[in-house]
């Protein structure tokens, strides 16, 4: 594990051991994965996840106005997890929409199709995502699991994905 400020950066395995010791003491009802625009995708070097966090965190603080970064996990191209907000704090989001809600935040943009959407991104998605209803004792669905959809940003209303495991698209 690597760390850094308040974030760390682990496989999967050290994820799967620190989300089963973690204690949860607000409500969860839904997980929300989205992705980033900035930094650019690009930006990701493959040893620089750290320097990534710190960019996602000074973005989202200086262009929405968060007191910190949104989300709680992020999900690298290279597969490494990275635990960012305190879980127990609701995550950044717009009109309250977050409340009930685990952030999940994957570095890429497959809206612009500037970054490869592989196999096993997808794969991981969908075991974080598992391990997470497994963790919160909730019963995944299309309103459970939810994606960014380009159309949120427009009309500010979180539109549910009927295929969450491809949850990207």
Known sequence: MKSFYKFNVMTIDEFKAWLYTKEITRPVRSIHNYHTI???????????????????EVNQTFENGYDEIAQHIT??????????????????GFNGSMQFSIRVEYIMNPVNGDCPITDNLVDY???LNALLCMKLN????????????PA?????????TLNTALAFT
């Open 38 to 56: 900035m930094p650019h995708y690009a930006r990701f070097s493959g040893n620089n996840h750290l320097q990534i966090l710190r960019e996602v």
């Open 152 to 160: 949120e940003l427009v009309s500010g209303i979180n539109i549910p």
């Open 138 to 149: 909730i019963n995944p669905s299309a309103f459970i699991i939810t994606n960014h959809a």
């Open 75 to 92: 999900v690298f191209p290279d597969s490494k997890i990275a635990i960012c907000r305190d879980i127990n704090k609701i995550p950044g």
């Open 125 to 127: 998605n969908i075991w």
